[in-house]
């Protein structure tokens, strides 16, 4: 059978190469051991995602849960993420919740995570015990499970965290493109419920999502910035394939960087819902949210890459928000998890309530904190010389990059330097894919690309031969 190797984000795999049955009831079994032994007949909740024979999957993961005595619900239909975890937080006899999805992963994958009893992503030890006990073999038994509506109630919620009035008077048209994934037809449907004019893409049943990656990126973004401007709409909203980050095309079909979507969502938020005043963000986050939140008089945490390093700083408790470097936005009175959808009203309802374009509400943006150009390039390399590059980066102290000398040099995640003017520079080996990510931002593009490039080049040099 095939080894199952857990991360902090759960089991992703392709399902020509073993994401099946057979391996889900394996997974299934770690799980319903450790929670029937921690909490006997609780509830747990099931919801799956819009790729390849998500129900049925979902059903097999349920019975095996069942078959340890605890109550499986699983979601009547696909539900992005946030919706799962939503449900999740929401009753106490809930131990918790499994999601099968693989994100923005391209069609070929699939996986699967944990959400922990406050809806947001469960302590790595629940991975390293279920890696412990996960069997050998198929497991055959199975118990019985229920379904249940996730979708409404969720829904329901986001339209009480919003001024629905404003955001019906403003009328704004609003492009919709879920690229296949989980939350297609349910904020086309909620806006459209509030007074906007809607056009939803790309929402039909589409396993292989029509060639596509769910990833609010480019290129995946270029026919929604099309029909932007063929709709003659005011914004697009991009959802990724289980709807926990989304994308933000403006009225002239240009994908706006979520690096300004984060601080400007901030802004509406400090404006007009919330008195709290402490943001958090990871390293490799925009220099623009820490001015952002510093011009707000909030304070601002910043964490190593990881949005299990957010959800920490939530316990502690006056967080208006979290972020990560990816556009990925969290509201902790609302949930320990991103939530795109929930992203998308707020951008929707400041500029309703602004009297504003995406374009103009930018420009503000820019004006208020300055221009930054952030940039992310992945470097493949084979699996030993990524450990090397791990092994070295704890004492690597480059002196000078680009003609600048670092203010501050840090290891905690990966290598990151600090300039005077703002400018920073990241290296970090990823912990799941054999490559190492460069981040850089600078107050011109060109700088940016110098950053990352000396700084690689640099590294690059301590490198075993």
């Not at 909740?45 to 993961?61: E, I, P, Q, S």
């Not at 007009?272 to 008089?297: C, W």
Request: charged share 20%.
């Amino acid at each position: 059978m095939r080894i199952i190797r857990f991360n902090n984000k759960g089991w992703r795999a392709r399902f020509d190469d073993g994401f099946d049955e057979q391996n889900l009831s394996r997974v299934a079994d770690a799980f319903g051991y450790i929670w029937a032994d921690a909490r006997p007949g609780a509830t747990v909740l099931v919801g799956y995602d819009t790729r390849f024979n998500g129900r049925g999957l979902a059903g097999v993961v349920a019975g095996v849960l069942a078959s340890y005595g605890l109550h499986a619900v699983v979601s009547d239909r696909p539900c992005p993420t946030p919706a799962l975890g939503w449900n999740v937080q929401q009753d106490a006899t809930i131990a918790g919740g499994v999601m099968l999805t693989a994100s923005s992963a391209s069609c070929e994958y699939g996986g699967i995570s944990v959400r922990a009893a406050n809806g947001g992503p469960i302590a790595d030890d629940f991975y390293d015990a279920a890696s412990r006990i996960v069997s050998s073999a198929p497991i055959t038994a199975r118990g019985t499970y229920s379904y249940a509506d996730f979708v409404t109630p969720y829904v329901d919620h986001l339209r009480s965290l919003v001024d629905v009035d404003a955001i019906g008077k403003a009328g704004l048209g609003v492009v919709v493109d879920p690229l296949y994934g989980a939350s297609r037809g349910i904020l086309a449907q909620l806006l459209r419920s509030m007074g906007c004019h809607v056009h939803e893409i790309h929402s039909d049943e589409n396993p292989d999502f029509g060639g596509l990656h769910p990833m609010p990126v480019e290129p995946w973004v270029d026919t929604c910035e099309q029909a932007v401007l063929a709709y003659g709409a005011q914004v697009g909203i991009v959802l990724d394939g289980d709807g926990d980050r989304l994308g933000i095309v403006d009225e002239k079909g240009h994908l706006i960087s979520p690096h300004r979507v984060v601080p400007i969502i901030l802004e509406h938020l400090v404006n007009e819902h919330t008195h709290k005043s402490r943001v958090v963000a990871t390293f490799s986050s925009s220099a623009s949210v820490r001015r952002q939140a510093e011009r707000l008089g909030c304070d601002f945490t910043a964490v190593p890459t990881g949005f299990t390093r957010i959800y920490r700083e939530f316990v502690e408790g006056d967080v208006i928000l979290g972020a990560d470097e990816y556009g990925g936005i969290a509201f902790p009175d609302h949930l320990y998890e991103r939530d795109g959808l929930l992203s998308a009203l707020y951008i929707v309802e400041c500029m309703a309530k602004r009297g504003l374009s995406m374009g103009e509400l930018v420009e503000e943006l820019l004006q208020n904190v300055g221009t930054m150009h952030y940039l992310r390039r992945d470097i493949h390399l084979d699996a030993a010389s990524v450990q090397a590059f791990r092994n070295i980066l704890p004492g690597l102290n480059l002196k000078s990059v680009c003609g600048m000398e670092p203010i501050s040099v840090g290891h905690s995640d990966g290598l990151v330097l600090r300039f005077a003017n703002d400018s920073w520079v990241q290296l970090r080996p990823s912990r799941t894919e054999p490559l190492v990510r460069a981040c850089a931002e600078a107050p011109d593009a060109a700088l940016a690309s110098r950053l990352a490039d000396e700084t690689c080049v640099g590294a690059m040099k301590y490198l075993p031969r």
